[in-house]
């Protein structure tokens, strides 16, 4: 019996397959959305900016697009980080003109997430609750924040782990029904992972009902397979489920020897945009290939996860293009997806349906 050439079909018995689709791009994607896709992230729609850019002033349209073709298509959704550090407006902080209190941010973030779960919950199987909140390395602000573990934002400067256990108690109250996530970044960095690990263990010891882990999987440098497979261990097991949240593959991880995302002052910066102007069809066939490598590493974790989503659906629309470069330099063109601009599928799609129908 032939089985139809799909992505999402092949791998029913592993995983979702999701793509993050912006309203103004989702109709444009019809037609892969239906083919190869089993669950839609809105990329921005969620966020405060866009659902509450005022207390009190609800704005659902872009969002209702995105669900009303959500719907259409039989598909459900995966729902994308209100409560973040980014995205969010300063009357969020504010009271008057003075700064908020804790309880006052609770509460907006409770009236939020009724709101939100209210016109949403029927589609929504999964919600990223909180995004970001674990601290990198090194920035100013991090420095500032006087944590180990937690990001200096504002929301954490105000009410410290308050109000992510706040975002959390609002959610599990008004969408009973859909796994609730913790969603992050450079999760499979060592130090990273310990301060994710620390901050989700954090939220179980408080009570709070957290699901799941959500690995966003933005790679900016050939992914370490091992350290990949140890993450998904070390996460598992806290006895959460994960998903893969927002997937990509910048031309960086083609050339880039390091395992930290290059910035414009890092030597080889410019080595980087120089052959990124031009990338070579063997840099191209690397992003397809290195699909080929993270899924085989997905489907060996099946058992505990659950969706695999990318941050796009083709090159044609990628953050990507506007993300990380530097004044003065050239635009680089990105293609870190699994279809390609004109929406064929890269060589991936036919390996990973034939490995996943193998296997
Ligand atoms: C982060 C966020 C996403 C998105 C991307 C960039 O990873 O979680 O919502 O904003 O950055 O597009």
Redesign the pocket.
């Known amino acids: 019996m032939n089985s139809p050439f799909s992505l999402a079909k092949a791998y029913e018995k592993y995983f979702r397959i999701g793509a993050a689709v912006s309203h103004l791009n989702i109709d444009s994607y019809r037609d892969l959305l239906a083919q190869h896709f089993s669950s839609i992230t809105p990329?921005?729609e969620l966020k405060y900016s866009s659902t509450e850019p005022e207390e009190g002033v609800f704005t659902f349209d872009d969002a209702d697009k995105i669900f009303d073709t959500a719907r259409s298509l039989g598909i459900k959704v995966r729902a994308?980080?209100p409560v973040?550090h980014?995205q969010t407006g300063e009357w969020m902080y504010l009271n008057g003109d003075k700064p908020a209190p804790p309880e006052l941010i609770y509460e907006r973030i409770d009236a939020h997430s009724r709101a939100l779960c209210e016109r949403y919950n029927e589609d929504v199987y999964a919600w990223d609750v909180v995004?970001?909140a674990a601290r990198d390395d090194l920035s100013s602000e991090e420095e500032a924040s006087a944590s180990d573990v937690y990001r200096g934002s504002k929301y954490f400067r105000m009410t410290g782990t308050g109000f992510i256990e706040a975002a959390f108690r609002s959610m599990d109250k008004y969408s009973p029904n859909a796994q609730l996530f913790y969603?992050d970044?450079s999760e499979c960095e060592p130090g990273k992972r310990e301060r994710i690990v620390k901050l989700l263990k954090n939220l179980q010891q408080k009570g709070c009902r957290v699901d799941g882990f959500g690995m966003?999987q933005?790679y900016f440098f050939e992914p370490d397979y091992d350290e990949l497979k140890r993450s998904i261990e070390t996460y598992a097991g806290l006895g959460l489920r994960l998903h893969i949240t927002?997937l990509d593959i910048s031309l960086m991880a083609t050339i880039n020897p390091g395992t930290k995302r290059l910035k414009p002052d890092d030597p080889g910066f410019e080595e980087y945009i120089k052959e990124s102007l031009h990338p070579t069809p063997a840099k191209l066939a690397k992003i397809s290939d290195i699909y080929v490598k993270l899924f085989d590493v997905y489907r060996s974790y099946s058992d505990v996860i659950d969706c695999v989503t990318t941050?796009g659906v083709a090159d044609d629309y990628t953050?990507l293009d506007h993300?990380g470069g530097a004044p003065g330099m050239p635009h680089v063109k990105q293609y870190p997806l699994m279809f390609n601009a004109d929406h064929t599928p890269k060589p991936c799609i036919e390996e990973n349906i034939a490995l996943a129908q193998r296997g």
């Open positions: 990329e921005n994308h980080a973040w980014n995004n970001e969603n970044y966003q933005h927002e941050w953050w993300f």
